[in-house]
C-alpha cells in the first residue's frame, strides 16, 4: 500500500449574502473538478462553506434567513450535487456547514467524506469565538456563541481509506486552528493529516484598531505550520477569504508538512485550488524521534491544563 | 510605571571538553558586558552555560568531569564572578546550569536572578530528551534522561522587578520549547515573557541521517514563535552554538514577540549579543482578545492532555 496522496485546498472567495445556495455550490463543484483534474484525491473546503459567514449578522434564532444557512442532514438535497460529484471523480472531501441537529441543536460542524461519497466522521468545532450576544451600534457582530453550541464530540480522528494509504484524519474549525490543545488531542491519537477549514476577519469591520491583514495571514499560517510541526502531522488550512458584504476575510490558505515547511499556499482572495503530495511515512520521523510522546510528555505535570480555564498571573 | 525593558541574548558559541571554567565565564562575562552596553536590563544565557555539553559523553555517575560539571549552590564560588558583575551593572540574567541538591539530586536547571544580583525563581527542565542509558557503539551520546531527574517544580512563573515593569517571568530549558504544554502552563500564569536557553543538535553527530542544520534551525525558531503567539508572551531563546569536540549545534537565538514575529536573531554559530526592546502592554491584544482564555478554552475536551501519556493510534 503506497502512503502517498495529492491533496487540494479549495479556497473560497467571499459568499455574498445575497448569493443564492445554487450559484455557490457550482463553485464548491468547479473546485472539485479542478482539485481533481490537478490529481487530488481528497479537498478541503473552508468553514461555513455553503454560505456567507452569516454569524456576522445579527440574525434571531428563527429567522428564515439563519434557519436556511443549516444543514438540517449531511448530505442533503441541497448539496447532493457535491457528493455526488465527488462521487463520481472518486474523490473526497472535507467540508464546514452549519449544522441542525434532529433535535434542534446547532453547531459549528464539519464531515470528511470518502471517495464513495459516505461520511467518514463528523467534528463540532470547539473553540467558538465571538459573543454569545448581540453587541448593540456595530454593524458587524461575530456570533458563533450565540448561534452555536460547543462542539461534544471531542477531537475524533478516523482512517482514511486504502486508497489515501489508510491516513489518520483529523478535523478542526477555523479559530480551533490557534488552540495548541486541540492539535494535541489529535496528536495522541497519531494523527497524520488535520483537514481544516476557516473564515477569518482580516480586519475589524467596524473600523476599530487591530493586527493587519498581513499580520492576521501570517498568524493563521504560523498556527498551522507550528502546530502540524509539534505533533509531527500534515496539515490542510482553507479559508474563505475575500470581502463579503463589507467584511474582508483573509486568504493565505495552505498545505504544510510534519517539519512545519509550506508546502503550497494559495495567492489570492478568491476561489483557488492548491495542490500537494503528501506521504505519510514522513510523519514517522517526528513521531518516533523528538515528538515520541511516551518516550518524553509529562503529563502530571501539565495538570493546569484541563484544571483551570483562564488566566491567573501572580500579583 | 513603564512596562518597556531592553533585553538580550547572549548567544555563546561552543565550549570544548577542555575548556577551563574560568574561560568560560570569562566568555559570560564579556557576553554580559556588551549586552549591558546595549541598554540591557535582562540578559539570556544558554542552557548549561559554564560547561560543554557533557551529556554527550558516556561519564559515570561519580566520574570527576561529571560531578565537576554540577552546580552544588547558585551561585557559587566558580560562578561569583557573574553574579558580582551583573548586580554592578544592575542587569538580571537568566542562566541555564547542571544543578547538584544537597541531598545529591541532579536536575538540568535555570535561575533568573534580578538586577540585585538575588535569584527571583528557579526551573528545572521538565522535558529532558535523549536516552538513559549508554548506547553501545556510539561516539557521541545524549544522556539528559541518564545525568538528570525530571523536573519536578512545574513550570513556576515570577513578577520582575519595577525597572523591568513587573512582568510575568516564565522559564523553560531547551526541549521544553518545543511542548506546547509547557507554554501554555506558563500562560495560564499570565506570562508575558519566557526566557529559555538551549543546546541543540546540528546534526546526528555519528554519521546518521537527520535533518538538516537549517531545518533543525527552522523548527526551533518556529516554535518559539507560534508558542510565543498562541500564549501572547515575548520570548527570548538562546543557543550555545557551533562545534563542541566535533557535535555541531544550531544557532539562531532570537527574540520573539508576542505576535510570534521575530524581532532579532542571531547571525553567528559564536558568542553574539541581540537585543531588542520589550513594551508588555503589547501582550495584552492577545491576552484581551483572541486568546482570553477565560472566554475561549474549554479544559473539559482536552483531558486526553493528562490522561494519556503515549500516542495511540486507531486500528
Known sequence: MTRRIVVA????????????????????????????????????????AFTTFFPRWPLGRQDAELLDSFEPAMPNPRVQALFDRARELGVGF???YAELT????????????????????????VHLPGSDHVKPGQRY??????????????????RGPEAWGRPVLGML????????????????????????????????????????AETRTFHSTLAAQANAYMNATYAVAVAKAGVEDGAGLIGGSCIVDPNGR???????????????????????????????????????????????VGAVAPE
Open 9 to 48: 485546498g479549495a479556497q473560497m472567495g467571499p459568499v455574498q449574502r445575497a448569493d443564492g445556495r445554487g450559484a455557490t455550490l457550482d463553485r464548491l463543484v468547479a473546485l472539485l473538478e479542478a482539485a481533481a483534474r490537478g490529481g487530488a484525491k481528497l479537498v478541503v473546503f473552508p468553514e461555513l
Open 94 to 96: 472535507y467540508v464546514g
Open 102 to 125: 434532529p433535535e434542534g441543536r446547532r453547531f459549528n460542524s464539519a464531515v470528511t467524506v470518502g471517495p464513495d461519497g459516505q461520511v467518514l466522521f463528523k467534528y463540532r468545532k
Open 141 to 158: 457582530q461575530q456570533l458563533e456563541k450565540m448561534h452555536f453550541e460547543y462542539g461534544d464530540l471531542g477531537f475524533p480522528v478516523a
Open 173 to 212: 474549525v477555523c479559530n480551533d486552528r490557534r488552540w495548541p490543545e486541540a492539535w494535541r488531542c489529535l496528536g495522541l491519537q497519531g494523527v497524520e493529516l488535520v483537514l481544516l477549514g476557516y473564515n477569518s476577519a482580516a480586519y475589524d469591520p467596524n473600523g476599530g484598531e487591530g493586527e493587519s
Open 262 to 308: 509550506v508546502m503550497a499556499q494559495a495567492a489570492t482572495l478568491g476561489d483557488e485550488v492548491i495542490l500537494a503530495e503528501l506521504d505519510f511515512e514522513a510523519c514517522r520521523q517526528g513521531k518516533e524521534k523528538m515528538f515520541n510522546f511516551a518516550a518524553h510528555r509529562r503529563p502530571e505535570m501539565y495538570r493546569r491544563i484541563v484544571e483551570q
